[in-house]
DNA sequence: AGCATAAGCTAACGGCGTTCGCATAACAGA
DNA sequence: TCTGTTATGCGAACGCCGTTAGCTTATGCT
């Protein structure tokens, strides 16, 4: 199971700056989001692009690397859960103390970030050669869903991130070729793209610790809906039984049949239809 | 702000029970999960069911009723963000103890669920009579959107959890309303609108610290995607520049488009199309 | 009037992310 | 080979978090 998570290139360690201790008498830094901009928040482009730029300097002494961290959030992840993915227990799974993780990483935001590209990588696989580009992007598409149902913690980490680490833009990359490959414009091949993704995530994401498929959840939903009242909620009750029983397969292969169709049209009918694409 | 969110019906307080003390001698509960099989956890039908028929016990004291606590929730989220909702944060605002407030609620997940279904109320509000049933959805879901973004903190917390509270319901009644009236099977227009939900949620979700918009994040972007390796990422070094200044407005227009277009071809072709149907 | 109890408070627990200061091992240059 | 520099580990602590136990007090019912 771990040897599924690629690894990347390898950082040097964090330098420790010592904080530019304000002496005595001088003001503190009045704004703070200005002062502060250096090192941007993990996952901007800008901090991407910052930690690539670092020289790769030679690593020393006993070899706690940031892939071995990384390593052990993973399996921290896939085994406990994201609640579990603590730094004391990251530190206690390597062997080492909390503070020593803080030499390879600025924050907890930081080695979530880091995580979560490393997470996606082994998720995008190309499909068979002999399907249409909807096709190939349905195939990818489910393949990417299970990959996150098989990793929930991965799935709960997905948040507010822009995806732009190596992983992902190799997610990117591919979608825009199939979309672009199938005739839309490269603007409206991005958006697409992205779209499809959120709706990916979206759908994983908001069925995390639910299993809608639970008979005995299932149940409940049934009285629930059945004992709504019949005034205001007339559809629940009436379809109580079938509204209990769609499950978020069906929910997600609707809406990702549904998307891919709009797209086929966006590119048979041109984007005219689209509401003031001008902006 | 404050009147914006709307209460529903008041419960009594939280009973304090002396968790079943385990005598000396006697073996504690071998299955936490089948024991605990009363109070189940926020958020699922069960507990929704559950929460309506508790008796609705009057109240007494110095009057700190939930819906205090809520309000006071809602606006910390909404002024502090998400982050800041603790439940310290709470008793202060509400100037009380923190463990006053766990005699209306059970626990911060329990409070979460409840807040998450009250600040959905006033997102759900009914289009103009004059647009056909997809332009309804359209005009729904932007304004769903929008009082997402209008509080953020909110968003962040939709997560993990079914939407079966009164006012989520209220929205599922609504958009089933308008599929069913188009001609879609109930099933099938159940899944629509929940993928419809999913997708609206994901992208406010997805894209919740960032603006994307911002100029100096867009030069990030397309300065990442310029110095990308141009064998291997192509199409992200070709396009860098339109790529870059994709907003998450975009996205959302082209997905929201294009689910509507497929829930309409849905509608006229048959649901013949859906990849295996039974299950 | 008296009682049962709802509903507040004080104080504490363990766990969390993070930081400070110090110790030490590895390398660089002499 | 020695020496100074620096990368990289560790111990201990800080402040915040959610939660609980045990108490006190005010309330409404009989």
Same mark, same amino acid.
């Given at each position: 199971m771990l040897s599924e998570w690629c690894s990347h290139n390898a950082y040097p360690c964090r330098v420790h700056e010592p904080k530019t201790t304000t002496t005595a008498g001088e003001l503190p830094p009045t704004d703070p989001a200005k002062t502060r901009q250096t090192e941007p928040r993990p996952g901007t482009a800008a901090w991407w692009l910052a930690r690539e730029s670092e020289p790769a300097r030679q690593r020393r002494r006993r070899a706690l690397t940031l892939d071995a961290v990384l390593d052990a959030a993973m399996t921290l992840l896939d085994t406990r859960g994201a609640a579990a993915l603590t730094m004391r227990n990251i530190a206690d799974a390597l062997g080492c103390?909390? !503070? $020593?993780?803080?030499?390879?990483?600025?924050?907890?935001?930081e080695l979530v970030t880091l995580l979560i590209d490393r997470a996606i990588g082994p998720a995008? $696989?190309?499909?068979?050669?002999?399907?249409?580009? !909807?096709?190939? !992007? !349905?195939?990818?598409?489910?393949?990417?869903?299970?990959?996150l149902l098989r990793h929930p913690g991965v799935a709960s980490l997905l948040r507010g991130t822009e995806r732009l680490g190596p992983n992902s833009l190799a997610g990117v990359q591919y979608s825009l070729e199939l979309l672009i490959g199938a005739g839309l414009s490269p603007r409206?091949?991005?958006?697409?793209a992205s779209s499809l993704a959120t709706f990916v995530i979206g759908s994983v994401h908001l069925n995390l610790g639910l299993d809608m498929s639970d008979p005995e959840e299932i149940r409940h939903r049934r009285l629930l809906y059945r004992s709504r009242d019949t005034a205001t909620f007339p559809l629940l009750v009436q379809h109580a039984d079938t509204l209990a029983e769609v499950s978020s397969d069906d929910e997600f292969e609707v809406g990702l049949h549904a998307l891919l169709t709009g797209f086929r049209s966006l590119i048979t009918n041109g984007p005219a239809e689209l509401p003031t694409d001008g902006r």
């Open positions: 103390t909390q !503070a $020593s993780l803080y030499r390879h990483v600025r924050n907890r935001e995008s $696989s190309t499909p068979p050669d002999d399907l249409d580009w !909807a096709e190939k !992007a !349905a195939w990818s598409a489910r393949r990417f869903r299970e990959h409206l091949a991005s958006a697409a």
